[in-house]
């Protein structure tokens, strides 16, 4: 069983920037791939970001791309997501996850999830 805990959301200007955690407990994830997701309201849950726990391997969805890095940090058994030049539409709530699934991009793939942060940007 993997426990995941989001922090680090809050509410920002446009423009602004943030830096989400997510704090991993309960067994290693080598060889896992870490996810976070969003979801505003009304809205179907979105991929963001992923990484495999190596570090070596990301990807991005486009509207996020060149504004948004996933890192993370072995030793903490963290995984950040900083966020730059935030604008409205990245309003959500922000999940993280994990799959034992290379690459997985789909939230169905994800085994487990942490409880979301709120992430509010104001125009």
């Known amino acids: 069983q993997v426990h995941m805990v989001e922090s680090g959301g809050g509410l920002v200007q446009t423009g602004d920037s943030l830096r989400l955690s997510c704090a991993a407990s309960?067994?290693?994830?080598?060889?896992?791939?870490v996810g976070w997701f969003r979801q505003a309201p009304g809205k179907e849950r979105e991929f963001v970001a992923r990484?495999?726990?190596?570090?070596?391997?990301?990807n991005y969805a486009n509207s996020v791309k060149d504004r948004f890095t996933i890192s993370t940090d072995n030793a903490k058994n963290t995984v950040y997501l900083q966020m730059n030049n935030l604008k409205p539409e990245d309003s959500a709530v922000y999940y993280c996850?994990?799959?034992?699934?290379?690459?997985?991009?789909?939230?169905?793939?994800?085994?487990?999830w942490g409880q979301g942060t709120q992430v509010t940007v104001s125009s």
């Open positions: 990484v495999s726990w190596s570090g070596w391997r990301t």
């Open positions: 996850a994990a799959s034992q699934i290379s690459r997985a991009e789909s939230w169905g793939q994800y085994d487990y």
């Open positions: 309960g067994r290693t994830l080598n060889s896992y791939t």
